[in-house]
């Protein structure tokens, strides 16, 4: 798929939806550069002013961020989420990485649901890592050929899947995961915080510490590309903050750096991190974080973690739960 503008990207986008729906989208955001030497970005108002039009927008069904949203979390302050309380038909954003703070920010709205879900710009980093991970005999050595391929169909693939979701008929993409430590609660309802990491430990002590704060819930984590050290840095600051005292459980999404697998020695971490008695469950699922294929986690709703083997589950929720065409806005 050869992409010269972002105009072209939205058609693609509408193509892919249907015309039911009006595909829009700030040609100058998405084509903006980065310059880590100079602040990363420039444009931290356009930004600011992009999301807020789209969340005071009660026509806007959906919210996709394309990217993993580098130097976003700064942008916050001058977002007035109130405006998702005033809304009269429900939003549904998809968002992950960087978006951590905004996916779990929004889904604390009755009128907003925050869906964890992969930036669909990230599809060529996830598939060309897959291809050479579990299948280099049809790739060369980077699995471009394969990604190439596969980048179209996917793309496509994951917006016919964003429309199932907000019409409610649910998502072709399923989170499973394995029990690694502990036991699972007789009571398999189960709401989700978390995200990445790094960018969730923005919030806490901030004004939007209890969006990401697991009270009577499970948290949820995944990473790339750092430090093991660096990782058990972030996860004492969970630590010191609290974060474990009423925390009903733990899934692991993906950890890695390059192509090395990073989940045992995260979960080795762990062990010095989390109560020992009693011993919080933790579930690992390889369909959460900077991978493809990658199934959505809506957060701050009640999900059911169904067990399908002894030690195997698969986080499932009510399709209409998700809708967002035609419902309205729900009264907090």
């Given at each position: 798929m050869s992409l010269t503008s972002a105009a072209q990207l939205i058609d693609i986008v509408q193509e892919a939806v249907g015309f039911r729906y009006k595909v829009t989208g700030n040609t100058?955001?998405?084509?903006?550069g980065e310059d880590e030497s100079s602040g990363g970005r420039c444009d931290d108002?356009?930004?600011?002013?992009?999301?807020?039009?789209?969340?005071?927008?009660?026509?806007?069904?959906?919210?996709?961020l394309l990217r993993g949203g580098a130097w976003f979390s700064r942008v916050l302050p001058h977002i007035d989420f109130s405006a998702l309380a005033r809304r009269t038909q429900r939003v549904a954003v998809f968002g992950f990485s960087e978006l951590t703070t905004l996916i779990n920010i929004v889904g604390t709205y009755p009128q907003a649901l925050g869906i964890y879900d992969m930036g669909p710009a990230f599809l060529t980093y996830g598939l060309k890592r897959y291809a050479v991970r579990t299948i280099k005999s049809e790739t060369d050595a980077r699995g471009t050929q394969w990604a190439?391929?596969?980048?179209?169909?996917?793309?496509?693939?994951y917006f016919k899947d964003i429309v199932s979701i907000i019409e409610g008929s649910g998502s072709q993409r399923t989170i499973t995961a394995r029990l690694l430590r502990?036991?699972?609660?007789?009571?398999?309802s189960a709401g989700f915080v978390g995200g990445n990491l790094t960018v969730l430990s923005a919030l806490i002590g901030s004004h939007y510490d209890s969006s990401v704060r697991p009270c009577g819930q499970w948290m949820m984590l995944e990473d790339f590309?750092?430090?093991?050290?660096?990782?058990?840095?972030f996860l004492s600051h969970l630590t010191l903050a609290g974060y474990w005292d009423d925390c009903r459980g733990l899934l692991l999404g993906d950890f890695h750096k390059g192509y090395e697998d990073l989940g045992p020695a995260v979960v080795e971490l762990l062990t010095y991190h989390l109560p020992q008695s009693p011993a919080l469950p933790i579930l690992s699922s390889p369909d959460i974080g900077?991978?493809?294929?990658?199934?959505?986690?809506?957060?701050?709703l009640p999900l059911d973690i169904?067990?399908?083997?002894?030690?195997?589950?698969?986080?499932q929720w009510n399709p209409a739960a998700l809708r967002t065409v035609g419902c309205p806005g729900a009264s907090s």
């Open positions: 100058d955001i998405i084509e903006a108002s356009a930004r600011a002013d992009d999301l807020q039009q789209a969340i005071h927008d009660d026509n806007v069904a959906a919210i996709v190439r391929r596969r980048l179209r169909p996917e793309f496509d693939a502990g036991q699972m609660p007789a009571d398999t590309n750092d430090k093991l050290e660096r990782l058990d840095r900077h991978v493809w294929p990658m199934a959505p986690l809506p957060l701050h169904v067990p399908t083997n002894s030690d195997k589950f698969s986080i």
